[in-house]
């Protein structure tokens, strides 16, 4: 009779832990806009927590102004950009989009993109992870996680030079 009762708990434990749901997102996480724009002539400007970022001649990842891919990389296509805080305090920081996909030697295309945590390699899903770190942050930057509002959007004008404009709530993360 006890075995069948320690069983029965036994059993009734693990139907309950099966229950569980382990959660996806950060849970109750304060979300904040990011918001960022990337210019064909080499200019880029963040807004974060409060702040403007901006520079000139900052871009990397990609050749402007069509931002054709300038890495060999069949999974991911990254462009980031350094810029300073425009109050003139010396604060600085660095804006990162990873965009799924490859665009080697290819213009970005054009469109909305999801944003997630972090995109999958590979793929040609219109998905893009994003993350701003500015030295104020300390060992924090702003993230894109799966349940962000928002997107990263690419247009090109009749010439085919790209803008890319981000519009996306992110948490902080501590790295």
Not at 24 to 49: G, I, K, Q
Request: charged content about 15%.
């Amino acid at each position: 009779m006890k075995k069948i009762a320690l069983t029965s708990i036994g059993l009734f434990a693990i139907a309950v832990a099966g229950c569980v749901k382990v959660p996806t997102a950060v849970p109750d996480a304060p979300t904040f806009p990011l918001r960022a724009t990337v210019t064909p002539d080499n200019h880029c400007t963040v807004e974060a927590l409060g702040n403007t970022y901006t520079s000139i001649g900052q871009v990397r990842g990609a050749v402007l102004p069509d931002f054709k891919g300038d890495f060999v990389n069949e999974g991911y296509h990254a462009i980031g950009c350094w810029v300073a805080n425009v109050d003139g305090s010396g604060a600085d920081g660095d804006l990162v989009i990873l965009f799924t996909g490859n665009s080697y030697q290819q213009p970005f295309p054009t469109g909305s993109f999801k944003p997630i945590l972090d995109p999958p390699f590979g793929g040609n899903d219109k998905i893009v992870s994003v993350s701003f770190r500015a030295s104020t942050y300390g060992a924090e930057k702003l993230k894109t996680v799966n349940e962000s509002a928002g997107a990263v959007t690419v247009e090109s004008s009749p010439t085919g030079a790209r803008t890319i404009t981000v519009d996306v709530t992110a948490v902080r993360f501590q790295f």
